[in-house]
């Protein structure tokens, strides 16, 4: 470009949940990998049109989030920060490495594997930006590329933040997987990008007329006032038990093939036309057994799932399918299943239909926009937001990350000394630094690994993983 470009921050990422909140996927792989390839094919993609704003600086004017995209990237104006460390030691022996599980289960059951935060100086470098304020103060690229070298392996962790892209930007379809095309040469395959310099979402709600259809679940929106009264109750007890931990689960893929088997035969015999349900459906189900396992059985729960937005909007807002243009942006919502601690702490099965149901019938461009109208009306603001729910609830939100197909992100060509074949990773961990939203009660499905088994992050209050480690101990199917 001949001179820098201004781009108003679009309306889904200036919403106030992603202020503050830094988003990091963390690569592991078994090989020894050149940290300025990786670099250098990151510096590739970012500098091409139509990606450029993933290297634009965020600026703060006249009341409003911009982006500031450079003329031209350079050694004073990097496209992406970037940091390696090397450690001339094995992983088994580095104090946070040692920590990651081996790609092999010790049995064939859902086990606690390990706490997260031992793993942050593999995640981001030490001086890594906290809050959204001091990436404008310091005027740095949005976007970091943090790796560490080992004689025996490498992590690679991308960060970025929140209100720059969301998982599914983040993944394969996204940000990693045309990363991946460059490192590999495949350039001319990387996919155009659409909603650059324009926001696409803007007129979500808009589509909803007064006559369509309501929205499917318009009876459990809650007043301001219900609204304000679930966000006070959540930020005392933020207030009065601020500690958090994160947890690494283990689910092996035969466990989810089974508890899918017999969630299928629970379902066939309620009926003339049996509910389908699929893996991550019944993963979602499950888990949220234990992720409620501190609440009372009548507690009311807002089963809340991520729903990426795209395919639903394709040729509406965004443009058709078959045109495979990327959306570098936030384009996620939540979809909801109404139920109780109790009820999720019996069969599964149910729970899993209704959350397919809800996929089903509220996923639809129709009834997102009946949605936005009735309690996202205009995503950045909080006073026009309103809880899809009890106000004496907690919300249970759960992200299945599975087709963002982290695990087949293939970084061959960067392998020192060479590889055959693809060189993919055995693990990966993600991170969210958040200083305006507590991450409690969220849970992440991370993927499934080239064994099949799926990998499981979740958040709860402080002293809560023991009783869920317990009730897993017991776990058979």
């Known amino acids: 470009m001949s001179k820098p470009q201004i781009i108003p921050m679009h309306s889904y990422d200036a919403m106030p949940v992603f202020a503050n909140m830094v988003l990091t996927i963390m690569l592991k792989y078994d090989h020894v990998l050149d940290p300025i390839m990786l670099k250098n094919a990151m510096v590739e993609l970012v500098d091409r049109d139509g990606w450029r704003k993933l290297g634009a600086r965020l600026k703060y004017e006249k009341g409003n989030f911009i982006y500031h ?6 050694e004073a104006c990097p496209a992406i920060t970037f940091s390696h460390v090397h450690y001339d030691t094995p992983m088994a022996e580095h104090p946070a490495a040692r920590n990651i599980p081996t790609s092999r289960p010790a049995h064939d059951r859902p086990t606690v594997v390990m706490d997260l935060e031992p793993l942050a100086p593999l995640v981001r470098r030490a001086d890594a930006p906290a809050t959204r304020r001091e990436f404008i103060d310091r005027g740095l690229p949005q976007l970091e590329l943090h790796v560490v070298t080992f004689r025996d392996g490498t992590t690679v962790g991308v960060s970025c933040l929140h209100s720059l892209l969301d998982g599914t930007a983040l993944g394969m379809s996204g940000l990693l997987g045309a990363w991946m095309l460059v490192l590999q040469g495949r350039g001319a395959e990387v996919p155009e990008t659409c ?49 958090e931990e994160t947890r690494m689960v283990r689910v092996p893929g035969r466990f989810v093939e089974r508890l899918r088997q017999t969630a299928l035969e629970r379902l066939a015999g309620g009926g003339d036309k049996p509910a389908w349900v699929s893996e991550g459906d019944v993963l979602v189900a499950w888990w949220s057994r234990y992720a409620t396992l501190h609440m009372p059985p009548s ?73 936005h109208a009735a309690c ?34 293939d970084v061959a060509p960067a392998v020192v000394g ?60």
Request: charged residues 20%.
């Open 299 to 371: 507690r009311p729960v807002m089963l809340t799932i991520a729903y990426n937005m795209r395919k639903a909007l394709a040729g509406v807002l965004l443009p058709p399918a078959d045109e495979r243009k990327v959306f570098l942006s936030n384009c996620a919502t939540g979809l909801m299943v109404h139920t109780t601690a109790g009820a999720l702490a019996g069969d599964p099965a149910p729970t899993a239909a209704e959350v397919r149901r809800s996929l089903q019938d509220t996923g639809t461009a129709e009834q997102l926009a009946a949605m």
């Open 195 to 243: 909603g650059f310099d324009r926001d696409p979402l803007r007129n979500l709600a808009a589509l909803h007329k007064p006559s369509d259809p309501p929205y499917r679940h318009a009876r459990q929106v809650s007043s301001l006032l219900g609204s304000m009264v679930w966000a006070l109750r959540r930020a005392w007890e933020v207030w009065c038990e601020p500690a």
């Open 418 to 477: 060479g590889a055959e074949g693809k060189v993919v990773p055995s693990f990966i961990s993600y991170r969210t630094d958040s200083r305006a939203w507590a991450m409690r009660n969220a849970h992440i499905i991370e993927g499934k690994d080239a064994q099949g088994d799926y990998w499981l992050a979740g958040t709860l209050r402080k002293g809560l993983w023991d009783r869920v480690e317990a009730a897993l101990e017991s776990e058979r199917l």
């Open 69 to 74: 995209v450079p003329a031209a990237f350079s």
């Open 376 to 409: 996202l009306p205009d995503p950045r603001s909080q006073l026009t937001s309103r809880l899809v729910g009890s106000p004496w609830g907690d919300m249970l939100i759960c992200s299945n990350w599975t087709q963002a197909e982290f695990f087949h992100i």
